[in-house]
């Protein structure tokens, strides 16, 4: 069963802590994205990923961090300098990243929120 | 910077009506436009996708069009149904495969 995982579901942090969100695909894609929802606001792109062990910023990668180690995986740390860490963040893939066709495939999302 | 808006932010319609999404976007030099549903809580699942050489996609009930030189999108939804219930965003692609979501229409289609 192809698709795309997230976990956790809901995450909490405390103050000044790191925590990681992790998001793996079974897909066979080269391209990975993580974006950040806001209530009332679009979707924006924090990090995206077109090929292992390498990476671009989006338009708010400040206070965020990314590896992509495996084809397979791309986690996304927020650190303690993201002051406001709180929204829902969605991971997605697509095949080569760079198609004028090809659609990308959503994760169901982790919801992140500081205690 | 590409900027993409929804209009309306908010619609509420009765079951058996046909209706239109709307989306623009401010720059035409666009790979593809993209539209997607989004459930309370939930994930993107992709709907249509118009490739900018396209006029338009159909599929099911569900037919968007594309007008790259007026910077327009419209989502026609024919015959709702409660289960259309959802948040709809529509997306454009750029050149350099960055993807600009608007902030999407909240659909409500009451029984």
């Known amino acids: 069963d192809g698709g795309i995982t997230q976990s956790p579901k809901y995450l909490f942090r405390k103050e000044g802590q790191n925590v990681t969100l992790s998001c793996e695909q079974n897909?066979?894609?080269?391209?990975m994205y993580w974006y950040r929802q806001d209530p009332g606001q679009g979707l924006r792109l924090i990090y995206y990923?077109?090929?292992?062990?390498?990476?671009q910023k989006g338009d708010i990668a400040e206070g965020y961090s990314v590896s992509r180690e495996k084809k397979e995986s791309f986690p996304l740390t927020v650190t303690s300098a993201q002051k406001n860490p709180t929204a829902f963040y969605l991971c997605?893939?697509?095949?080569?990243?760079?198609?004028?066709?090809?659609?990308?495939?959503f994760g169901p999302g982790t919801r992140l929120l500081v205690l | 910077k590409q900027e993409v808006t929804q209009i309306p932010a908010a619609l509420s319609v009765p079951e058996g009506e046909n209706l239109v999404l709307n989306c623009s976007f401010t720059d035409s030099a666009i790979y593809n436009l993209q539209w997607f549903r989004q459930d309370p809580g939930k994930g993107l699942t992709s709907l249509l996708l118009?490739?900018?050489?396209?006029r338009e996609q159909t599929s099911g009930r569900l037919n968007a069009s594309l007008d790259k030189s007026s910077g327009r999108s419209t989502l026609y939804i024919a015959a709702s149904q409660p289960g259309d219930s959802a948040t709809y965003l529509c997306a454009a692609l750029n050149g350099a495969n960055n993807l600009f979501f608007g902030t999407g229409t909240r659909l409500t289609v009451i029984p």
């Open positions: 897909l066979n894609h080269d391209a």
């Open positions: 118009i490739q900018s050489s396209q």
């Open positions: 997605a893939s697509s095949i080569f990243g760079s198609q004028e066709q090809e659609t990308q495939y």
């Open positions: 990923s077109q090929i292992v062990n390498d990476f």
